[in-house]
């Protein structure tokens, strides 16, 4: 079932079908041209026997007319019985004659004992002389047959003995045959025939219908490969559309998704900015009635912050998606220990009835070099981290500390947010499948009476990528937790 469950995951496209298609024509040839080699070998096995019977029953024949005429007596009357000689003569002449009109046979004679060595007689009346006067004619030197006279000393007594035609075969079409002869059931001798068959003909008639046969065949293969390819590859252009609308609808409903979670995202921290400065409008109010010539200096510059600081929450109403520019850049020369320090004392200690008794330590590096990050995104970082140490802290007395530490030789500056509460719960600090702690998941919180709860940890997680810094938190071996944000200065935007 698994190796099914693959094969349904792949789709062909007109390259691979074309591949498949050249395949099969190559694997048609070479079998159309494998079925033509075994053709071949099985007519060359055939036609051998068929040649080797064809001239043996050529011999066999031409064997039992001399056989049959040699039999016939002699009339007693002097006149018929020349008559009879001139005929029997003639008969014999045809006999002998007749073969050799086929192409086939190229040489004829009959080879009898004559003394202690053989002759070999091709007329008519040497056959005759030699059977009814018991006579030899002057055919004995004829070089012509010699050769055969000498396979056939070879051959003599196995004949006699078994009394077989025998026959065998020199090159590749031509055969010598030796049929016995037997003049009134007696072993006289044997007829040579020297027998070349000519097959092609017929070879080539069967290996021409093969070819036509294989023709067409191949070509209502090739009709119906093309016609498959034809309808595959007519399927794939289909499924290439088919799949083409279904991208683009899931890229719509992707980039309609992103734009959804942007807009949440802008609604969330829009929503958090509009709380902090509806607190900042308080404080503003609060300066306003409190100035006079002692602190005028102190309270102008406090209130520059929170009137820059609302400016920026109305800014950023604008779009949920702010350009780059706005929260990086080379212009921006934020020192952060500053921007800690005011907002911990200008906005963390300013609350007018405070909840809980809370205490804030620093331990700032002076090394630390300036951002080019607008100070009022590091608001949006921190105030969030602070807020939550707050709020889940336990204790009558909420001790945070606040620490920065710059590294020149690595280009790093660490920034460390401890408190004393009862830490973080172990679930928030597992990582999700994308390597991301719950902690900073959306709506991940342990508060329950409040719907917009776990947005801040979120918003400052998101907003520090943004910045290309790395936001951790972690729980103290003494108890408590931390927040770690780490600057990678190297990494930041240069002009």
């Given at each position: 079932?698994?190796?099914?469950?693959?094969?349904?995951?792949?789709?062909?496209?007109?390259?691979?079908?074309?591949?498949?298609?050249?395949?099969?024509?190559?694997?048609?040839?070479?079998?159309?041209?494998?079925?033509?080699?075994?053709?071949?070998?099985?007519?060359?096995?055939?036609?051998?026997?068929?040649?080797?019977?064809?001239?043996?029953?050529?011999?066999?024949?031409?064997?039992?007319?001399?056989?049959?005429?040699?039999?016939?007596?002699?009339?007693?009357?002097?006149?018929?019985?020349?008559?009879?000689?001139?005929?029997?003569?003639?008969?014999?002449?045809?006999?002998?004659?007749?073969?050799?009109?086929?192409?086939?046979?190229?040489?004829?004679?009959?080879?009898?004992?004559?003394?202690?060595?053989?002759?070999?007689?091709?007329?008519?009346?040497?056959?005759?002389?030699?059977?009814?006067?018991?006579?030899?004619?002057?055919?004995?030197?004829?070089?012509?047959?010699?050769?055969?006279?000498?396979?056939?000393?070879?051959?003599?007594?196995?004949?006699?003995?078994?009394?077989?035609?025998?026959?065998?075969?020199?090159?590749?079409?031509?055969?010598?045959?030796?049929?016995?002869?037997?003049?009134?059931?007696?072993?006289?001798?044997?007829?040579?025939?020297?027998?070349?068959?000519?097959?092609?003909?017929?070879?080539?008639?069967?290996?021409?219908?093969?070819?036509?046969?294989?023709?067409?065949?191949?070509?209502?293969?090739?009709?119906?490969?093309?016609?498959?390819?034809?309808?595959?590859t007519y399927m794939v252009m289909e499924r290439d559309e088919a799949w083409e609308l279904l991208y683009n609808e899931r890229e719509a409903h992707l980039k309609e998704q992103v734009t959804q979670k942007k807009e949440n995202l802008f609604t969330k921290r829009i929503y958090h900015a509009h709380h902090k400065a509806e607190k900042v409008m308080g404080f503003i109010n609060e300066d306003l009635d409190n100035i006079n010539e002692t602190n005028l200096k102190e309270t102008k510059y406090r209130m520059s912050k929170y009137a820059n600081f609302v400016a920026r929450v109305i800014y950023d109403m604008k779009w949920y998606n702010p350009p780059l520019h706005t929260i990086r850049s080379q212009l921006f020369k934020t020192n952060l220990n500053e921007v800690l320090k005011f907002m911990v004392r200008s906005i963390f200690q300013r609350t007018s009835n405070p909840v809980k008794a809370v205490?804030?330590?620093?331990?700032?590096?002076?090394?630390?070099?300036?951002?080019?990050?607008?100070?009022?995104?590091?608001?949006?970082?921190?105030?969030?981290?602070?807020?939550?140490?707050?709020?889940?802290?336990?204790?009558?007395?909420?001790?945070?500390?606040?620490?920065?530490?710059?590294?020149?030789?690595?280009?790093?500056?660490?920034?460390?947010?401890?408190?004393?509460?009862?830490?973080?719960?172990?679930?928030?600090?597992?990582?999700?499948?994308?390597?991301?702690?719950?902690?900073?998941?959306?709506?991940?919180?342990?508060?329950?009476?409040?719907?917009?709860?776990?947005?801040?940890?979120?918003?400052?997680?998101?907003?520090?990528?943004?910045?290309?810094?790395?936001?951790?938190?972690?729980?103290?071996?003494?108890?408590?937790?931390?927040?770690?944000?780490?600057?990678?200065?190297?990494?930041?935007?240069?002009?």
């Amino acid at each position: 079932m698994a190796s099914i469950k693959k094969f349904k995951h792949i789709r062909f496209g007109w390259k691979h079908l074309l591949s498949i298609f050249m395949a099969l024509v190559i694997f048609h040839l070479f079998v159309s041209q494998l079925e033509e080699n075994n053709l071949r070998n099985l007519l060359s096995e055939t036609m051998d026997w068929y040649k080797r019977n064809s001239a043996e029953k050529i011999a066999n024949l031409t064997t039992t007319s001399l056989e049959l005429l040699l039999e016939s007596e002699p009339p007693r009357d002097q006149r018929d019985k020349v008559r009879w000689e001139r005929s029997t003569i003639h008969a014999l002449n045809s006999i002998l004659k007749q073969p050799l009109m086929d192409r086939n046979v190229e040489e004829m004679c009959v080879i009898v004992p004559y003394r202690n060595t053989f002759a070999a007689l091709d007329l008519g009346q040497s056959v005759y002389a030699y059977f009814y006067n018991h006579k030899l004619r002057n055919d004995l030197d004829n070089p012509m047959y010699q050769d055969a006279v000498m396979k056939y000393t070879k051959l003599q007594s196995e004949m006699v003995r078994s009394e077989l035609i025998q026959s065998s075969r020199v090159k590749e079409n031509i055969f010598h045959v030796y049929v016995p002869l037997e003049n009134y059931g007696e072993y006289s001798g044997v007829v040579y025939m020297k027998i070349h068959p000519d097959v092609s003909a017929i070879t080539q008639q069967i290996l021409g219908t093969f070819n036509n046969t294989a023709l067409v065949f191949s070509a209502f293969v090739m009709v119906g490969l093309l016609l498959v390819f034809y309808i595959a590859t007519y399927m794939v252009m289909e499924r290439d559309e088919a799949w083409e609308l279904l991208y683009n609808e899931r890229e719509a409903h992707l980039k309609e998704q992103v734009t959804q979670k942007k807009e949440n995202l802008f609604t969330k921290r829009i929503y958090h900015a509009h709380h902090k400065a509806e607190k900042v409008m308080g404080f503003i109010n609060e300066d306003l009635d409190n100035i006079n010539e002692t602190n005028l200096k102190e309270t102008k510059y406090r209130m520059s912050k929170y009137a820059n600081f609302v400016a920026r929450v109305i800014y950023d109403m604008k779009w949920y998606n702010p350009p780059l520019h706005t929260i990086r850049s080379q212009l921006f020369k934020t020192n952060l220990n500053e921007v800690l320090k005011f907002m911990v004392r200008s906005i963390f200690q300013r609350t007018s009835n405070p909840v809980k008794a809370v205490e804030y330590n620093f331990n700032l590096d002076d090394r630390l070099p300036p951002l080019p990050v607008n100070e009022f995104v590091i608001w949006e970082i921190f105030e969030p981290l602070i807020q939550n140490s707050i709020d889940h802290s336990d204790k009558e007395t909420t001790i945070i500390s606040i620490a920065t530490k710059y590294n020149p030789d690595d280009g790093i500056s660490i920034v460390t947010i401890d408190d004393n509460g009862p830490g973080i719960q172990k679930d928030l600090l597992d990582m999700d499948e994308s390597g991301i702690k719950r902690i900073f998941l959306e709506s991940t919180s342990t508060k329950t009476e409040d719907r917009h709860h776990g947005y801040g940890c979120y918003l400052a997680y998101e907003i520090s990528k943004r910045c290309g810094w790395l936001l951790d938190a972690e729980n103290l071996s003494s108890g408590g937790c931390r927040f770690i944000l780490r600057i990678n200065h190297s990494t930041e935007v240069r002009k």
